[in-house]
């Protein structure tokens, strides 16, 4: 299991650029300061089961305090942000470590026993309450939505302390990722391999950025699948893994395909492989993702061409919508803290959403790439009953070569993901040399 490195360098460069970006949104709004609440624990109904926390990202954006659930930032233009960190005398429940030098000497830092002790201290002023804590609902200004959306276009473009952030996570994923693949090599099921992947990781399933898709065979045909199951097929055809890691509260996102022997599927891996590589080093300054996403949709169907499982060319498949039939989802999306980043969609402060070409649905990012921006880059090729048996009821039946999809159906799909950072030149993949 590798040690996870804390990232420390250039995090007060990081606070100043949360400072100037928030400074910018709350004097364009109107407003005065902002509270940042890290959000509360939900119990569950009629019992004593805490959910799994995850903390409001616009707090995580200033902090790496992944477990800190009532600490409360107040943010004022010009002055030091005051950190009321919650740290409760409690004997149930271990109350959060001291705070760190490294992270704490960026803020007016005040410890407190209370959950409500920030209160006192609400600035005088027109005052944006952000979060979804149950002591908010009440407050006038709760999470303004030109303000937000100003802080979510800022979000877009990474500091270099959220690249490392993002790197470490990836380094530890990729780790796992290694393992995962072993254990599928010897003959593991998919809950297994779901565990090797943690272990290997040290990383606990709610510490996960998303829940590991890890699917054998045909069930790597479901994009979101869920289950991992106990019991391991009769015969291995395929592997498909989707799992990320988290450093300090971003994501890595990070998806491979093994085949269980050479053959017609491993060469599709590989020319899935050489594809997505193709449009990885084409995520630039300036480049529109949506045009990347049509151009991964030729590609694919360039794939399906050339291994004879559709019978019209790349460019017949994608106008009439065959290619969807085998690459239904999105190209990527922006990541960050959150694993589907926040703005991917929108033009300005006002949320403007920027269209989506006509016939993809699910894409999740639409805007013209800048530098800073983070993001994936996942092409997929899948045999989905429910999609082919569509397209032979309602489409040109003719242009699919049904037996070599009865072949490779027991294979699932494909998805290749790499995470990338867009520079001012040669984009900069997280990925790949974490493999090494």
């Not at 019992?47 to 200033?62: C, G, K, M, T």
């Not at 026993?113 to 804590?133: M, Y």
């Not at 959306?149 to 270099?160: D, Q, S, Y």
């Not at 092409?379 to 569509?390: A, C, K, Q, V």
């Amino acid at each position: 299991m590798p040690t996870q490195k804390v990232v420390t360098e250039q995090y007060g460069e990081h606070v100043k650029t949360c400072q100037s970006r928030w400074a910018g949104a709350l004097a364009a709004e109107g407003f005065d300061a902002a509270i940042i609440h890290a959000g509360s624990e939900i119990i569950s109904f009629l019992d004593d089961y805490i959910y799994p926390f995850r903390p409001n990202p616009h707090f995580l954006s200033w902090l790496p305090l992944t477990h800190h659930h009532d600490s409360v930032l107040i943010v004022q233009p010009g002055k030091t942000p005051v950190l009321h960190y919650y740290q409760p005398d409690d004997y149930w429940y271990l109350p959060p470590a001291d705070p760190e030098a490294w992270w704490a000497d960026q803020f007016d830092l005040n410890s407190e026993r209370s959950a409500k002790a920030w209160e006192k201290s609400v600035p005088a002023g027109r005052v944006a309450f952000i979060g979804d804590a149950p002591c908010l609902a009440d407050r006038e200004n709760l999470n303004p939505s030109r303000l937000l959306n100003r802080l979510h276009l800022e979000r877009t473009r990474k500091t270099p302390y959220e690249v490392a952030c993002m790197a470490e996570a990836g380094r530890v994923a990729a780790f796992a990722h290694r393992e995962a693949e072993r254990a599928f090599r010897e003959g593991c099921s998919e809950y297994q391999i779901h565990q090797r992947y943690c272990q290997a990781a040290g990383l606990v399933d709610a510490e996960l950025p998303y829940g590991n898709i890890v699917a054998l065979n045909e069930n790597g045909a479901v994009l979101h699948y869920q289950e991992r199951l106990h019991q391991r097929p009769e015969e291995l055809h395929a592997f498909l893994i989707d799992a990320g890691a988290t450093q300090q509260g971003y994501a890595s996102d990070i998806t491979r395909t093994y085949a269980a022997r050479q053959g017609v599927f491993s060469e599709m891996i590989e020319a899935m492989d050489a594809l997505q590589q193709d449009l990885c080093s084409g995520m630039r300054e300036g480049v529109d993702y949506r045009d990347m996403h049509l151009e991964a949709h030729r590609k694919i169907a360039g794939v399906l061409a050339a291994f004879g499982i559709i019978r019209v060319s790349p460019e017949a498949a994608v106008e009439t919508g065959l290619s969807s039939v085998f690459f239904p989802h999105g190209l990527g999306h922006f990541l960050g803290i959150q694993t589907h980043d926040v703005a991917g969609l929108i033009a300005d402060v006002e949320g403007t959403e920027i269209p989506r070409p006509e016939g993809h649905p699910f894409l999740r990012l639409t805007r013209v790439l800048e530098s800073g921006n983070a993001l994936t880059v996942e092409p997929g090729l899948y045999f989905i009953d429910s999609l082919l048996r569509r397209w032979r009821e309602q489409g040109d039946a003719s242009a699919i070569d049904w037996t070599k999809v009865e072949t490779l159906r027991p294979c699932g799909g494909i998805r290749i993901e790499d995470n990338i950072v867009v520079t001012g030149g040669e984009p900069l993949n997280l990925t790949r040399p974490a493999f090494g």
